[in-house]
């Protein structure tokens, strides 16, 4: 909406889009949804929207990040990854 971009613009946001159905302009944020699900989504159940947020979180902020290897950062975890940048 014009709304959001104009928000996107005051805040120094550069905005990226591109067509209507192009999966590949967002493909490295779709391989992470597909892990995330992969991983701990499809293998658990959740009993409240509370425990997949917190479980989630977890996740993410003690694995994913810090532990998991990634081939596209060369075998590093994204917190090693950005550490060495």
Not at 6 to 17: E, H, N, P, T
Not at 58 to 77: C, K
Request: hydrophobic residues 40%.
């Amino acid at each position: 909406s014009a709304d959001y971009q104009k928000i996107l613009k005051d805040g120094g946001f550069v905005i990226s889009m591109s067509g209507k159905g192009n999966c590949y302009d967002n493909a490295m944020v779709e391989t992470v949804f597909k892990t995330l699900k992969a991983e701990i989504i499809w293998r658990t159940i959740f009993l409240s929207r509370l425990e997949a947020e917190i479980a989630i979180g977890r996740y993410i902020d003690g694995f994913y990040n810090p532990v998991r290897r990634h081939s596209a950062l060369g075998y590093r975890s994204p917190c090693d990854f950005e550490a060495a940048a």
